[in-house]
């Protein structure tokens, strides 16, 4: 249809212009849904290679979803029961020592001892500014960060259950939604359709379980080490399943996850234990990087996904600004499925022309 009329072009271009805009503002408004579903609809095609794995193996198909599923929900519960104790042993600490630190600060015993181990430092001049500091506090902003705080970590734990929740939707399902999205497509191309969807999939989960694999081996080693080893040695280092769990999680995100779950261990090894066990912990995390990096990396993930070096790190740096932790976890299968449909679909036709 033929449009001559100036002002009805410029209404509809305008019209098509909000109606863009309304579309924008709505994903954005849904970019914690989609990055729900996201993350939950990444870990089912991860786990399905797990599921077809089990059922090779004469599993029936409920069975191995069960299956999958009990080993979620275990490792979930891993978590919970890593992290909780101790928060609860330290804010028990923490409820038996706050009263004695404020006996200490008003009878003088504090003062006293600070005066006796550093006469050359001028304590009465630091309580006078810290009374100062008090008296210029804003409390109701220190209230506002707290809460915003407690706010933000109780959206991190409802947004794990809702992933959890939804991988778990997604891996029981995940044969019925392939089936329905693929008869979307013209008949004509869905069989190449289904081919390259297939391939893009087993390419994801093949991903997941060598990243999972990584991270296993790194908490499995960690836990060994920090609660067998280094005690043997006279060098004790607490809360040794909290540390493993958080080297597994730090290796499943590429690139940088085991060298940033390493930092934090130090640092709580530091904070726990002292100097002697924190050395340890950095030679022997030191080592395990120059391993992971050199040795298992190459080859678990040579099997999983062929993405060239430089693929890989500019995918996850993209993903990363993009989407955060989720995009850093997606961005290497994603670019393996880009090259995948680059060298079956544009090059082919490439070569036609």
């Given amino acids: 249809m033929k449009i001559l009329n100036p002002f009805r072009l410029g209404l509809l271009g305008g019209l098509g212009v909000l109606v863009a805009v309304g579309i924008g503002q709505t994903i954005i408004s849904l970019a914690t849904i989609l990055t729900y579903v996201g993350a939950a609809l990444f870990l089912a095609l ?15 198909r409920w069975t191995a979803i069960l299956t999958v599923l009990i080993g979620v929900l275990g490792v979930f519960a ?36 600070v005066e006796a181990s550093f006469p050359w430092l001028k304590v009465q001049e630091l309580v006078d500014g ?3 500091w008090i008296a210029e ?5 220190i209230g506002g960060g707290v809460f915003a705080v407690g706010v933000g970590i109780a959206t991190g734990i409802t947004g794990a259950i809702i992933v959890l929740i939804l991988t778990i939707y997604f891996v029981s ?25 297939e391939q893009v999939s087993t390419a994801v989960g093949r991903y997941v ?8 081996v790194n908490g499995v080693l960690s836990f060994l080490v920090l609660t067998f080893i280094f005690p043997a040695f006279d060098l004790p280092v607490k809360y ?7 080297a597994f999680l730090g290796s499943l995100i590429p690139l940088v996850g085991t060298l940033s779950g390493s930092v934090l261990i130090i640092l709580l090894v530091l904070l726990f234990n002292g100097p002697p066990s924190v050395i340890a912990v950095g030679i022997y995390y030191l080592i395990y990087m120059q391993v992971e990096a050199y040795v298992l990396n190459p080859r678990i993930m040579s099997k999983a ?7 890989v790190v500019i995918a996850a740096l993209a993903g990363g600004t993009l989407l955060g932790i989720l995009g850093a976890l997606i961005a290497i299968p994603v670019a393996a499925a880009i090259l995948l449909i680059v060298q079956q679909v544009i090059v082919p036709r490439q070569a036609e022309l």
């Fill in 305 to 311: 996904v062929k993405v060239p070096g430089a693929v």
């Fill in 130 to 132: 810290f009374n100062d």
């Fill in 137 to 141: 506090l804003d409390f109701t902003s």
């Fill in 240 to 246: 040794s399943a909290l540390l493993a769990f958080i």
């Fill in 173 to 197: 399902s995940l044969h019925s939604i392939k089936s329905g999205i693929y008869q979307l497509v013209p008949a004509t191309k869905r069989s190449k359709f289904i081919d390259l969807a």
């Fill in 209 to 216: 379980i060598g990243q999972g694999s990584l991270a296993l």
């Fill in 78 to 113: 891993g978590l919970i029961f890593a992290i909780v104790p101790v928060i609860a042993e330290q804010v028990q600490n923490a409820a038996q020592a706050i009263p004695r630190l404020v006996t200490s600060l008003f009878d003088g015993t504090i003062r006293e001892s």
């Fill in 46 to 60: 991860g786990l399905d290679p797990v599921v077809t794995w089990l059922e090779k193996r004469k599993f029936p």
